[in-house]
């Protein structure tokens, strides 16, 4: 059994900066992949990053790439979203989940579980 709970979201201008964090309790943290999704009002759980267990690969959603960086700290168990350069577009309810299948550049919410609570971020043009 794994907990996920998010924090750092916020307010922040287009072109800004956040640094999300995701921690997570239970001893099998280690063995997972990770990943990030976002979902907006009226709109589906949306892909944005993975990571795998030892944070040695890492796969993005196409409207992320280069401006967001995922990566893991497995001693301390918390997988970070660094997201940079900002865009309004860019505003949801950010959750963290546990990759529970394969492949785990998967980008259907169907294959993570464990969700957080999610943490807002609102970027504001």
């Known amino acids: 059994q794994v907990q996920l709970v998010e924090s750092g979201g916020g307010l922040v201008q287009a072109g800004g900066s956040l640094r999300l964090s995701c921690a997570a309790s239970g001893r099998t943290f280690s063995t997972y992949a990770m990943g990030w999704f976002r979902q907006a009002p009226g709109k589906e759980r949306e892909f944005v990053a993975v990571?795998?267990?030892?944070?040695?690969?890492?796969y993005y959603a196409d409207s992320v790439k280069g401006r967001f960086t995922i990566s893991r700290d497995n001693a301390k168990k918390t997988v970070d979203l660094q997201m940079n350069s900002l865009k309004p577009e860019d505003t949801a309810l950010y959750y963290c989940?546990?990759?529970?299948?394969?492949?785990?550049?998967?980008?259907?919410?169907?294959?993570?579980?464990?969700w957080g609570q999610g943490t807002q971020v609102t970027v504001s043009s």
């Open positions: 989940g546990v990759n529970r299948g394969y492949p785990i550049d998967s980008r259907s919410p169907d294959q993570y579980g464990y």
């Open positions: 990571i795998n267990w030892s944070g040695g690969s890492t």
